[in-house]
T-cell receptor, first 113, second 115 residues
Framework: NAGVTQTPKFRILKIGQSMTLQCAQDMNHNYMYWYRQDPGMGLKLIYYSVGAGITDKGEVPNGYNVSRSTTEDFPLRLELAAPSQTSVYFC????????????FGPGTRLTVL | QQQVKQSPQSLIVQKGGISIINCAYENTAFDYFPWYQQFPGKGPALLIAIRPDVSEKKEGRFTISFNKSAKQFSLHIMDSQPGDSATYFCAASRRSGAGSYQLTFGKGTKLSVIP
């Protein structure tokens, strides 16, 4: 199993551009999450999904959108990128409601200039 | 509102020493407390976790101590090695109710183990 994969690894955007961060998992996990990690700030939850077709906001959802059309994929969309969205983005997945361990992808480092 | 407070922000320990990282939480509904380890350029990975029905859990050189009344938990790394140099995050979540199964992370501790 590849686990949780994320693409791209790095990206530089100009202010106002849009992009989609890709996340996929091959473990048949129902729960998927998007976090952002800023230096010295830990990880903050952006959006999460408990299954295909079901998504909900986390702590810092403004400026982002998500969709979950399949169990495997959970893309994160940035519309009108702003410098405040410069961060490292991590996708994670968890098997189901009665399991606790979240498995993280390798991250996408995004810079907005 | 920061629900999980972690200290220290950075820690330098000599090889063979004990590394101790502390966390305090506010939400008494939390009932799952994991520690994640993150190496530079990588995603966090679960190191060890505890539930509030026990006061201590040990896995190899890593031990979690949990104090429910004080709402505190800590990670102890015995016989610290240079390979343990990483950033450690404590976290907490609840298994039912609003926000269930969402991890709330501390801000992280950068551990450096020097030879």
């Amino acid at each position: 199993n590849a686990g949780v994969t994320q693409t791209p690894k790095f990206r530089i955007l100009k202010i106002g551009q849009s992009m989609t961060l890709q996340c996929a998992q091959d473990m048949n996990h129902n729960y998927m999450y998007w976090y952002r990690q800023d230096p010295g700030m830990g990880l903050k939850l952006i959006y999460y999904s408990v299954g295909a077709g079901i998504t909900d906001k986390g702590e810092v959802p403004n400026g982002y959108n998500v969709s979950r059309s399949t169990t495997e994929d959970f893309p994160l969309r940035l519309e009108l990128a702003a410098p405040s969205q410069t961060s490292v983005y991590f996708c994670a997945s968890k098997e189901g409601q009665h399991t606790d361990t979240q498995y993280f992808g390798p991250g996408t480092r995004l810079t907005v200039l | 509102q920061q629900q999980v407070k972690q200290s220290p922000q950075s820690l330098i320990v000599q090889k063979g020493g004990i590394s101790i990282i502390n966390c305090a939480y506010e939400n008494t509904a939390f009932d799952y407390f994991p520690w994640y380890q993150q190496f530079p350029g990588k995603g966090p990975a679960l190191l060890i976790a505890i539930r509030p029905d026990v006061s201590e859990k040990k896995e190899g050189r890593f031990t979690i101590s949990f104090n429910k009344s004080a709402k505190q938990f800590s990670l102890h790394i015995m016989d610290s090695q240079p390979g343990d140099s990483a950033t450690y995050f404590c976290a907490a979540s609840r298994r039912s109710g609003a926000g269930s199964y969402q991890l709330t992370f501390g801000k992280g501790t950068k551990l450096s183990v020097i030879p």
